[in-house]
């Protein structure tokens, strides 16, 4: 049985295929049409699965879509209606929008998928699941237990905004929902939005900047913003949020709270939004912990899954696991909506099919994450030589080798190897790297290669049996979606004076023996790298280890700001070529930036929309 999982026309439009309840392919549509966050309908990621298949679009015996558009349209007029008069504008912008193209989104997906099967029967083949329906499927099916309580949390999807799910063997049973205007996903964007970032895009930043601040806000938000209950539900004082009718996420009466306008986007960060973030970040970790206690203490259950785009915040995460409250903590790697492509196929699979179930305990069902498209090698010197590029051939092991020592000699390295990963995280796939004992590497990463904001930390990928000798988990996060501490021996205290510092003034103190991955609170969001998913992955670190004596390496995404994470050779390539990456490894072909071609050197930074 095959089943096509499709999330489109909000944010990260993603397809993900099921065969016989095994998850084969999955991929976001940015990936292909270099468009950040792509909403469109995912044709391209849609060929990419029913190709690496091998199989046609007659194949297919149903097609799952990730949620009701129909109760999305009720939700915005009942909504409007509700406010009315107030957001009028908002209303007439948006209603002949939901009428042309959401209220008729069936119409629409079946004309899309004319285009394969003129003759498919879309009327009993074309399923629609809920939003957070979808949400819970990607984050029980997928994982390794038998049982477990699966919290869902994000900005909204038709109503619900938070909602808790048990799943037992093939069965997932809804069991309790908050309901939108009410949502701590959006709480969380109308920070973002007046910190200056992009909603749907830079609440990561806001997590990031947060340890540069203090929480000076937090009461603040719990007195007048959020009605936080013992069990973490909770009602937001709408009086400050202009989300619900307005075009924007706060108002004027948020503003006077917090001592002024909306910082704008690029401006100078001051000490404000610094405070801001970590009052935010702080008030979410109590109702994530709040949530998670009231979860483990009502239903008993050990094991606990997270999805929802909220589930994305690592240093919650962190926080849900150290409480120890379950045995088990598992997160769907692509948490927000992209996910929510390969959750409506398997609950078309388990939950409309009735189809059996099986887990092993030990390795959950997507694959490390690596389910995306990749190269031959022979394709790839076709690839490279067709765009240019001057490149050596090495074996395998001469590959490592030299991909190592170029790591030790603290070069940037592009490293692109396998399938390309699904989710926002690159794992070891499409990722830069760098050594992180260096302490001018993050700095010489954020600015001179991904053109980002300096104070933006990178993670550390770590093998997995020496991940206690450095962080303070025991637990396998091989998604980089737990953040723990940098274990005491490995941190270097810093100097009164260091510590009179205020900000991101902070930035360039050492605070460890691998500070290039040791955030200012000495935090890390850690992937554990597993020779089961990533055997390459594993012996490039195995091989850097047995040089320096350091089993741990600087991560981030193979992309400059505001660009998608690269998929193809040549995507690589130029993203080499238009940042001063120095050393890129494209399977077995090993670039060196000093020998190509000058003329082929891009003013890259500025291709892409800032995120």
């Not at 029980?140 to 994000?154: G, Q, Y």
């Not at 849900?320 to 927000?336: M, S, T």
């Not at 090495?394 to 990963?421: C, H």
């Not at 200012?520 to 490039?540: F, G, K, M």
């Amino acid at each position: 049985m095959r089943i096509l999982g499709i999330s489109a026309f909000y944010h990260d439009s993603a397809a993900a295929l099921l065969v016989d309840g095994k998850l084969v392919a999955a991929a976001q549509e940015e990936r292909f049409t270099r468009k950040k966050h792509d909403a469109g309908f995912p044709q391209q990621a849609i060929d990419f699965c029913l190709q690496h298949a091998g199989i046609d679009f007659r194949d297919v015996d149903f097609v799952a879509f990730y949620d009701k558009p129909f109760l999305k349209f009720e939700r915005l007029l009942e909504t409007y209606l509700a406010f009315a008069p107030r957001g009028f504008t908002s209303f007439r912008m948006a209603i002949p929008v939901w009428l042309k193209e959401k209220l008729l989104q069936k119409t629409l997906l079946r004309d899309e998928f004319k285009r394969w099967v003129p003759d498919f029967d879309w009327h009993n083949k074309l399923l629609f699941g809920e939003h957070h329906q979808s949400h819970a499927a990607s984050a029980f099916f997928p994982s390794p237990f038998e049982k477990a309580a699966v919290l869902t949390m994000d900005g909204v999807g038709e109503w619900a905004t938070t909602s808790l799910a048990i799943g037992e063997g093939s069965e997932l049973r809804m069991v309790r929902e908050l309901h939108f205007p009410h949502s701590l996903g959006l709480l969380y964007s109308a920070f973002t939005y007046y910190t200056g970032f992009k909603v749907n895009s830079g609440e990561y930043k806001v997590m990031g900047l947060a340890p540069y601040g203090e929480p000076r806000f937090k009461a603040m938000i719990l007195d007048k913003l959020v009605d936080l209950k013992d069990d973490g539900s909770f009602r937001l004082n709408l009086e400050y949020f202009d989300y619900c009718t307005g075009l924007r996420m706060t108002n004027e009466k948020f503003d006077a709270l917090f001592g002024g306008k909306p910082r704008k986007a690029e401006e100078r960060l001051t000490q404000r939004e610094m405070d801001l973030a970590a009052s935010i970040q702080a008030v979410t970790e109590e109702i994530v912990l709040r949530l998670a206690r009231s979860v483990a203490k009502e239903n008993g259950v050990k094991n606990l899954c997270l999805a929802g785009g909220v589930a994305l915040n690592c240093v919650a995460n962190g926080k849900v696991l150290r409480e120890k409250l379950f045995d088990n903590i598992w997160v769907q790697p692509a948490a927000g909506d992209a996910g929510g492509a390969v959750g409506a196929a398997f609950a078309a699979y388990h939950g409309f099919c009735r189809q059996p179930r099986t887990v092993n305990g030990h390795l959950d069902g997507m694959d490390g994450s690596y389910l995306g498209p990749q190269y031959t090698q022979s394709d790839i010197e076709t690839r490279l030589t067709a765009a240019g590029a001057k490149f050596d051939v090495l074996s395998y092991e001469g590959m490592i080798d030299a991909t190592a020592q170029a790591l030790a000699d603290e070069k940037a390295v592009g490293w692109f190897q396998g399938r390309m990963e699904f989710g926002p995280r690159a794992l070891g796939g499409r990722s830069i790297l760098g050594d992180p004992r260096s302490p001018s590497m993050q700095k010489t990463l954020n600015l001179k290669v991904k053109y980002r904001e300096s104070f933006r930390p990178f993670a550390p990928s770590v093998l997995r049996e020496d991940v206690t000798d450095w962080f303070e988990i025991e637990a396998d996060s091989p998604y980089m979606l737990m953040v723990a501490p940098v274990v005491e021996r490995r941190r270097r205290a810093m100097t009164a004076d260091e510590q009179a510092l205020f900000g991101i003034e902070k930035l360039n103190v050492p605070r460890s023996d691998i500070p290039a991955v040791t955030h200012v609170d000495y935090s890390a969001r850690i992937q554990t790298v597993h020779r089961e998913t990533n055997p390459a992955y594993y012996d490039l670190i195995s091989a850097f280890k047995a040089r320096t004596g350091c089993p741990v390496i600087v991560n981030t995404s193979f992309n400059v700001r505001g660009e998608p994470i690269v998929c193809t050779p040549e995507d690589a390539f130029r993203c080499f070529m238009g940042s001063e990456i120095e050393v890129l490894v494209v399977g077995n072909c090993v670039l060196r930036k000093d020998v190509q071609d000058p003329s082929l050197k891009r003013d890259y930074k500025d291709t892409f929309e800032l995120d």
